[in-house]
Structure formats: structure tokens, C-alpha cells
């Protein structure tokens, strides 16, 4: 049975992108039919951090309104074959997005591929309730900060009072992504400890991404940090946070570097 999985965070810069991105490409890498959706209407990102801005034709709001038939606007990833993108339009603004033409889009989506993930836009106006509005699931991204939290937890409202399924009286299933964490600034008291996030937001855990620059190094390449550098820290953390949506019982810690043999010895020889 397909899902309809949401990105979502009430600010902006935490992260819903490239982990939108990265989850697709771990889901499709363990063997799931993907598509991530682009709901930030106006301001598109998600075709770039996917490596397909040449590519797009047309786009989730061509589509909306009957201009464009699903598969005319579906981009297929090439690295991975299970992966497409469903790209936003970049000249219009989000009125352009109907309820009826979302709900359309959504339910064909579903009898095409396993999972459906939206990418949405911050904040809490009609581009982001859209997004999450046919979810089955959510995971709500924050970075360790009072004002992410806090914005985060007005999200985690809204889903729990917006969405079809909080409509029809069922409970929204809701994950907390922790990105751009760093344990030694976390300790030092400089951010938010991941027990402090969980104590306020009150949601499980999905994952906890560690600040790197390997998620800067793979937008700015146009691919999935889980596809450009599998083996860094941050592509670690979202393929375990995709096998834990999977269902699967995966231990919750904080990926570190591995250094190669290389970066060993330059590393002592720079101490010396």
C-alpha cells in the first residue's frame, strides 16, 4: 500500500529540502517506487538539490490545473531508476494550488508509486496546509534552536487539526527529524540537546542528522547526500531514518566521519 509522506517545519533553512531528497533516494535505493513533490510553489529547490533543473518541462502546478498530463511532468531520476521528481513551478504563486486538483494529483500518484513525499514550503500558509493535507505520515524537521522548536511544535498543531486524517478523528503519524546537530556544541550548552527538542516536541524520533559539509557539497553537485557521498556521516543518518519509515528497528545515534587511512596520516602529520 502506497504513503503519502510529508516534509515539513514551521522555519525556513532547517533542512526540508535536502532531506526530502535524501530520504527519497535511500527509500528508492532499498527498492521502493519514489517521487518527491515539490509544494514551494514560486520558489522551487527541490529540482536543483535533485540535479534535474534542465529537465523540467512541466510541473506540479501544469499539472493541477490540466495543462499537463502526470506523466508528461514526472522527471525520472537517472542514478536511480525507482526515483522521479514531480518539480514545482517557479512563475507562478501558490494560489495557482486548488484543493481539488491537489487531491487529484495525490490520489494518482498513489497507484503509481510506493511512496509519495512533499517536500513543503515553511511556514503555515496555503502551500504547506496543501502538502501535508493528504499525508498518511509526517516527519517534522527542526535544528536544535528555540525558535526551529518552537515553530515546529505550531506545525505538529496543524497536523494534528488540518490534515484529512485529523478530520476524520484518526492520529496523525508524526517523526522528528533532528538536523545540523553537533554533540560537542550540544554539550557545551552553545544549542539545544536532543533530549531537550524531544521533551518540548513530544514526538518520536526518526533521526538525527550531524552537521556536515558533505549536505552542502552534494546540493551544490545537484544530487541526494545519499547518493553523492554514501558512505559521510549525513548519508548514513537518512538512509537509517529511511529503513526506520520502512518499519525496520534500527538503533537512533549520531553518525560520525570515518576518516580513510589518508586523512589519518595527513592528520598526524598536521598535529606534529
Not at 126 to 137: I, K, N
Not at 175 to 201: N, Q
Request: proline share 3%.
Amino acid at each position: 500500500m502506497s504513503k503519502v509522506l510529508v516534509v515539513t517545519s514551521g522555519k525556513g533553512g532547517v533542512g526540508k529540502t535536502t532531506s526530502t531528497a535524501a530520504i527519497g533516494a535511500a527509500l528508492a535505493s532499498c527498492g521502493e517506487k519514489v517521487v518527491v513533490v515539490d509544494f514551494d510553489v514560486g520558489l522551487r529547490n527541490l529540482d536543483l538539490v535533485m540535479g534535474a533543473e534542465r529537465r523540467v518541462v512541466f510541473d506540479l502546478i501544469s499539472v493541477v490545473q490540466g495543462n499537463a498530463k502526470l506523466a508528461q511532468a514526472l522527471i525520472r531520476d537517472k542514478r536511480v531508476e525507482n526515483l522521479s521528481l514531480l518539480a514545482a513551478s517557479q512563475t507562478r504563486d501558490k494560489d495557482a494550488l486548488t484543493e481539488e486538483g491537489v487531491a487529484r494529483v495525490i490520489a494518482e500518484l498513489r497507484e503509481k508509486f510506493d511512496w509519495v513525499i512533499c517536500d513543503s514550503p515553511a511556514g503555515i500558509e496555503r502551500g504547506a496546509t496543501l502538502a501535508m493535507r493528504h499525508a498518511d505520515l509526517a516527519v517534522v524537521v527542526t535544528n536544535p534552536e528555540v525558535s526551529s522548536v518552537r515553530d515546529s511544535d505550531r506545525i505538529i498543531g496543524l497536523l494534528d487539526s488540518k490534515t484529512e486524517k485529523a478530520e476524520r478523528g484518526e492520529r496523525m503519524e508524526k517523526h522528528l527529524l533532528l538536523t545540523r546537530f553537533d554533540p560537542i556544541r550540544a554539550a557545551r550548552g552553545d544549542m539545544l540537546s536532543k533530549e531537550d527538542v524531544l521533551e518540548i516536541l513530544s514526538i518520536p524520533l526518526l533521526g538525527i542528522i550531524p552537521e556536515s559539509q558533505e549536505v552542502l557539497r552534494a546540493s551544490n553537485m545537484g544530487a541526494p547526500v545519499t547518493l553523492n557521498s554514501p558512505m559521510s556521516a549525513p548519508a548514513r543518518a537518512y538512509m537509517d531514518a529511511a529503513r526506520r519509515l520502512k518499519g525496520e528497528s534500527v538503533e537512533i545515534a549520531v553518525p560520525t566521519e570515518r576518516k580513510t587511512l589518508l586523512n589519518k596520516l595527513f592528520g598526524r602529520r598536521a598535529a606534529a
